[in-house]
């Protein structure tokens, strides 16, 4: 499964580099320090061009679980959402939370600056090491169940860098389609 119905938005899953989206927001998987980084932190810096690091050295940081908006700088984008995930240690610190509020905290945001289309990469897999079917199930459920209460959002969409990753999410936004209540 690759798409799903949330009300009047959708969810949608594809291959990719989230650099090269044309949504109204593209989502960071940022470090709390907002410095750039290595995978999508440091791409999206790099694509982005200085704008964005100007615009993240103004806000002082992020803590771990919360979202700051900048600037897209050179992206197609119009603006990124620098979410901040846990670094994971065995998933009993606290680190589902933390990363349910990153994504929540995504919408909410968007929804506040009138975004129609956000972009999501799967936050705190890369060298955070959070397991990707443990947090697929956390980032699809919790973009569900947020997206009902931002209706200027429209779509979400789920950018994931390699094959295996979007396989998992495959099959976990088939399985959260399975516990959603029939229209």
């Known amino acids: 499964m690759r798409e799903l119905a949330i009300g009047n938005a959708r969810i949608e899953l594809l291959h990719g580099d989230i650099t090269h989206q044309d949504t109204h927001a593209i989502v ?10 290595s995978g999508v932190d440091g791409a999206i810096h790099r694509a982005g061009g200085p704008a964005i690091m100007a615009a993240c050295r103004a ?3 992020c803590p771990t679980g919360d979202v700051k ?3 897209g700088g050179n992206l197609k984008a119009q603006y990124v959402i620098h979410a901040v995930g846990p670094v994971y240690r065995d998933g009993q610190h606290g680190e589902p939370e ?3 509020s990153a994504y929540h905290r995504s919408v909410e945001i968007a929804g506040e600056h009138g975004v129609t289309s956000v972009a999501f990469p799967s936050i705190s897999t890369g060298v955070y090491s959070y397991p990707v079917a443990d947090a697929a199930r956390i980032a699809l ?8 209460r ?3 959002i429209r779509l979400a ?3 994931l860098f390699s094959a295996s990753d979007l396989a998992t999410y495959e099959r976990v936004l088939a399985e959260v389609a399975a516990t959603l209540p029939k229209p």
Do not use: C, I, Q
Request: proline fraction near 6%; charged fraction near 10%; glycine fraction near 16%.
């Open 28 to 37: 960071n998987a940022a470090n709390s320090g907002l410095r750039g980084g």
């Open 59 to 61: 806000l002082g940081g």
């Open 69 to 71: 908006l900048t600037t």
């Open 98 to 100: 933390l990363l349910a």
């Open 141 to 148: 459920r919790t973009v569900a169940a947020a997206l009902p």
């Open 150 to 152: 931002h209706p200027n």
């Open 157 to 159: 969409r789920f950018v």
